[in-house]
């Protein structure tokens, strides 16, 4: 039978959040929902498109969502879907809000640590429930276990069509952004953690452009310690060389090539992940408002 947990995502008690990255986040009332930049804002039933799917960039406020799983764990069956506070389904991709302001974001994990079931967001699905990804119709673990929480920011999109000057020309690999999050902690399935960024590892995976934000959550006894890229070499020596050494060379059990970062394969400071950040929320609201093509890619 499915179970369902509750856990409580990020907030503020002001209800300061928006649908997209800016300077300032929107202060909105719980009922609308911003349209873009400018701070235009609607009602869900005011936004028509035309397309199978209707969609509004609407986030939840002060949102505590309900997991609930359907069908075995670790089977092809099994979803971990999101509800809100009146039990509907919702996105935890589109719907989820991606910054809390002062440098906050939100961050939903698949993985948890020291696990190796590879667990990700469902982006062709409607509502976008995390699954155990699959190959030739069998599910897909790593060759061994995960050393960090993984999962994604919410919001963010990382564009096929658009090629990174700084990673070779790479384009994006169509997914949301990637995070490692360091804490001591392991999570669970479908948590949503408060988490700073601290850094940035570009991945080139067959090609692709795969980012990885490293990241820890405010909850962590070390969290007050660390701030940008040195302070994590500081306060845990070693962990963005083994993160960096992991994700290159998971595949290679499987008979594949090595992945390949760039940016001179060093991580890159905060600064320069949070403008990953943005240009991937900026990426992800061309997508939501069909400025580009979504493909097969479920915008609810």
């Keep these: 039978m499915a179970a369902t947990r509750v856990i ?5 008690a002001t209800q300061t959040t928006s649908c997209f990255l800016a300077k300032r986040a929107f202060l909105l009332p719980a009922n609308k929902s911003c349209a873009g930049f400018g701070g235009l804002c609607f009602t869900r039933r005011s936004l028509v498109l035309k397309s199978k799917r209707p969609f509004s960039c609407t986030a ?27 039990g509907k389904k919702v996105s935890p991709w589109h719907d989820i809000p991606l910054t809390l302001g002062d440098g906050v974001f ?35 673990y790593y060759p061994y276990n995960i050393n960090w929480n993984y999962g994604l920011l919410p ?28 804490g001591d902690a392991q999570r669970k399935i479908g948590e949503v953690l408060k988490i700073k960024p601290l850094a940035a590892l570009a991945m080139i995976d ?17 969290a007050h310690l660390v701030n940008d890229v040195d302070d994590v070499e500081k306060h845990f020596p070693g962990t963005l060389t083994a ?23 060093k991580p890159a400071n905060k600064e320069y992940a949070l403008k990953i950040i943005h240009e991937t ?9 069909r400025s580009v093509d979504a493909g097969d890619l479920s915008l609810f």
């Excluded at 409580?8 to 503020?12: L, N, P, V």
């Excluded at 764990?73 to 009146?86: A, I, K, M, N, T």
């Excluded at 992991?246 to 394969?265: E, M, S, T, V």
């Excluded at 929320?281 to 408002?289: C, G, Q, R, Y």
């Design 206 to 222: 067959e090609g692709e452009l795969d980012w990885k934000i490293v990241a820890i959550s405010l909850d962590d006894p070390k």
């Design 155 to 182: 919001q963010t999109w990382e564009d096929p069509t658009q090629a990174n000057a700084d990673v070779e020309g790479a384009f994006g690999d169509n997914d949301p952004v990637d995070v490692v999050e360091i």
């Design 106 to 140: 939100n961050f939903i994990v698949e993985i948890p640590k020291e696990s190796k079931a590879k667990m990700e967001v469902a982006t062709e699905e409607d509502f976008t429930p995390i699954k155990q990804d699959t190959k030739k119709g069998k599910l897909r």
């Design 8 to 12: 409580t995502a990020a907030a503020t």
């Design 60 to 86: 939840i406020y002060n949102p505590k969502v309900q997991i609930k799983e359907e069908g075995p764990p670790e089977s092809l069956d099994y979803r971990v879907f999101f509800l809100d506070g009146s």
């Design 281 to 289: 929320n900026e990426s992800w609201a061309k997508l939501v408002k």
């Design 243 to 265: 993160i960096r050494d992991w994700f290159r060379d998971y595949k290679i059990p499987d008979g594949k090539p090595a992945n390949r970062f760039g940016l001179g394969d």
